[in-house]
């Protein structure tokens, strides 16, 4: 039986790249780091989601393990000794940026990836040209790629997989991480291997009930707001004249947090704060996209 | 509860309880992140139980779903409380320390048996008894409700009827035991904080019964406040009848659809001598004003705070400038009292708030830079060192308690007043649907797929009998009037019972159907009990006629 008891934990000291730190036991390897003051890139990582270990760009070296770990989900044990800019953790974590921006358009995601890309030395371009569709077997001279082009099958959000980097997050938020509706799952194999539906079909045909939290934990801009995606085809996407202002949500009385985000006026998306008690960054349908309403009053509008 | 209007629980709870019932609540659908919570629960090994008429999206997650026939609320949980005492399992210490009244009440459920019950409620005699004995065997429970309950004709009673249940077992007032009404507004609990309650100052102070209150409010203001309540909206409609009430000023509301019985709302709406309303669009009640005042969207155009469901006090902040013409709800009021004599100023909404916090006791520790900070406070909050409350009626658990006991309240099961008949055989429940929002005036703004326009939902077996095809057009008849509708089958219902929202008013009026006679200590319409008959229309042109035109 749950007691809901939540204890004091014990504390752990850990050494990271020379410096000793103490951390509650229990921790990741990520948060000692973070504690120590040293940032560690994350793709798969969401504070709100259960790590699972697929994007290895958080990979750290930990003295006596053969194999580099993942910080985001390793747990701090005592007397570790980490380090977390060795040739080896920068080689690993430049190949996998490489790997990953060679077959994967990373144009959208958040600026840190291409801080990444450049801190790292990554050079995608030496896999070759990208090839210009999805295809596991490129001309010679090209390197693979998830091209394709964007699903636009409903007017909220729309799914461009040649953004996707199989990271699972938007997976694990429509599964048990949060939302515990199963709309997608990672279908095929090796470099088949994708989001999907059931059966492929279309959005309107799937289990989907609309809340974005897949847009929501998206790294890579493959989910995108329609309101996003359209500004951006527009070239009108500017996020240095956007504003992010926290209100509360309009319609039911659970009171979540939503951060609307603004541009010339108008709502261009909406997020939810990931370390706020009542929505831990998750959103329903109506919070999500049913702001409309207020944009639909300018005279003539 | 007790003297203060709100659920006494924090949603974190519900992640960290052993047992959830949800009783009258399809919170999957009109409540989701709360139900993300309740998931969350589950995953650490609560288990749920659902009492519903229906079989929602919510009851597909119950451990065990109780089905019972619409409004027999009170005989089922009466029936549970004396199976709770039966089986000996009343948390005694508790009833005698914390509680008054219980040799009444246990007299009172005493004809409530299991096998009585299931012949009022439908549901087995077996459920019952388990859910009554895991509730009361559970070492923490949380007891949730939304407007299922309340939307009868015995409104309050079938809140006591559970409020008994949670004495008798001692779950209330502790860390994972409560009792929480979910709100189905973004305000409607700050409402009540603010004193939008016929007899209530803000802070929940009785405007008849608290006289050092009054006396605070009159020193604050500089006038005097007559110890009278006022008329809660049903009173107010029944005033207008009776030709005793000649002018109204609306708020944000759209009471010629949402009322029950739209038609005669209409009707009284247009006999008023002067209709004022404010309002962020012209509503089908505003086309009926004298005057229209154009308010601004107190979520992102406007600074202010609202307060949710398990009592936390947040901010809402200007987010975009309002269109031109639209104005801040406190100008207008401060501008209608400079006509009306007073000269109020300029007033912010955080000078307003600061005059709140000075007057009402729960909120005196709320400054906006600690709501800001702390991402929200839960009332109440009585200085500004307090860090809020998680849970009510901790009080009740103190030796003595400290302040009054809570009393039990005995109820008694009076079926729904539109009662079944041979011309009117099926009984009509209303509710929302996840993607769309009361009557629609704002969420027929945006396009989610899942959103079908208005159908009435039909149990196959009633389909079958009726003689009607998937998306065929019907007319459903109540005793006040007709509408013409899809209907869809819904396995979720089984035969006499049937489902409609009220979210497409202009396309399907649900409420020319629905009965406003309303519960005399709530004021509150027996939405979610309609006799109605259902006539397949044979020149059926399918459902796509009907699509709400966007």
Sequence with gaps: MNRGVSVAARPVTVTVDGQAVEVPEGSTVREACAKAGVEIPTLCFLENLTPVNVCRVCVVELEGSRALVPSCSRKVEGGMVIHTDTPRVRTSRKMVLELLASSVDLSAAGPEVAEWLAAYGAEPERYGRRAPARTARPDLGEAATVAQPPKVDNALYVRDYSRCILCYKCVEACGEDAQFTFAIAVAGRGFDAHISTEFDVPLPDSACVYCGNCVGVCPTGALMFKSEFDLRQAGAWDPARQTVTPTICPYCGVGCTLELHVQDNRIVKVTSPLDHTVSHGHLCVKGRFGFEFVQDRDPGG | ?550
């Design chain 2, 1 to 550: 509860m007790f003297g203060a209007g709100g659920g006494t629980s924090s949603y974190r709870e519900i992640e960290e309880t052993d047992l959830i019932i949800l009783w009258g609540s399809n919170a999957r659908e009109t409540h989701p992140i709360f139900f993300h919570h309740v998931l969350k629960g589950i995953g650490n090994g609560a288990r749920l139980y659902v009492v519903d008429p229906r079989r929602t999206a919510s009851a597909e997650w119950a451990h065990l779903w109780l089905g019972l026939d619409v409004g027999t609320d009170i005989a089922l949980a009466n029936a549970v409380g004396r199976e709770i005492i039966q089986a000996g399992l009343v948390n005694e210490d508790f009833v005698r320390r914390a509680t008054t009244g219980f040799e009444r009440y246990r007299e009172a459920v005493e004809p409530y048996t299991l096998e009585r019950a299931e012949t009022i409620t439908g549901v087995p005699a077996e459920a019952i008894r388990q859910l009554a004995h895991d509730y009361a065997r559970a070492e923490r429970a949380e007891l949730c409700w939304t407007l299922g309950i309340t939307e009868h004709h015995n409104a309050v009673d079938n809140v006591f009827a559970l409020i008994n249940l949670a004495l008798l077992t001692g779950h209330v007032g502790r860390w994972g035991s409560g009792l929480n009404p979910l709100r189905g507004q973004n305000n409607v609990q700050g409402g009540g904080d603010m004193g939008a309650l016929p007899n209530k100052l803000p802070g929940f102070q009785d405007i008849e019964e608290d006289a050092n209150a009054r006396a605070r409010f009159e020193a604050a203001w500089g006038c005097r406040i007559p110890p009278r309540r006022g008329l809660h909206v049903s009173q107010m409609f029944e005033a207008m009848e009776a030709g005793r009430f000649h002018g109204l000023l609306i708020i944000g509301e759209n009471p010629a659809q949402s009322e029950a019985d739209a038609a005669r709302a209409v009707r009284l709406l247009q006999g008023l001598d002067h209709l004022v309303v404010q309002d962020i669009f012209l509503t089908r009640t505003a086309e009926l004003a004298h005057v229209v005042l154009p308010a601004t969207a107190s979520w992102c155009e406007t600074e202010g705070t609202v307060t949710s469901s398990e009592r936390r006090v947040q901010r809402v902040r200007r987010a975009l400038e309002p269109p031109p013409g639209a104005r801040d709800d406190l100008e207008i009021l401060a501008e209608l009292a400079k006509r009306l004599g007073h000269d109020w100023g300029k007033p912010t909404a955080q000078a307003v708030w600061d005059e709140c916090r000075q007057l009402s006791p729960m909120h005196r520790g709320m400054r906006y830079d600690r709501l800001e900070a702390m991402g929200g406070i839960q009332w109440p909050c009585p200085d500004e060192d307090h860090p809020g409350t998680p849970f009510l009626h901790g009080r009740l658990w103190q030796d003595p308690v400290e302040g009054p006991l809570a009393p039990f309240q005995p109820v008694e099961f009076e079926p729904p007043l539109d009662a079944l008949d041979d011309e009117f055989p099926i009984r009509l429940t209303t509710g929302r649907r996840l993607e769309s929002y009361n009557t629609g005036v704002q969420t027929t703004h945006y396009r989610p797929p899942l959103s079908k326009g208005e159908r009435i939902h039909l149990s196959p077996e009633d389909m079958a009998a009726l003689g009607i095809r998937e998306g065929m057009l019907v007319r459903v008849v109540s005793r006040r009037g007709a509408v013409v509708v899809p209907a869809t089958a819904d396995p979720g219902l089984r035969q006499g019972l049937a489902f409609m929202s009220f979210h497409f008013p202009d396309q399907v009026n649900t409420n020319q159907l629905t009965l406003d006679r309303w519960d005399p200590k709530s004021g509150t319409a027996e939405f979610k009990a309609t006799a109605i008959r259902v006539e397949p229309i044979e020149t059926a042109v399918g459902a796509e006629a009907m699509e709400v035109r966007r």
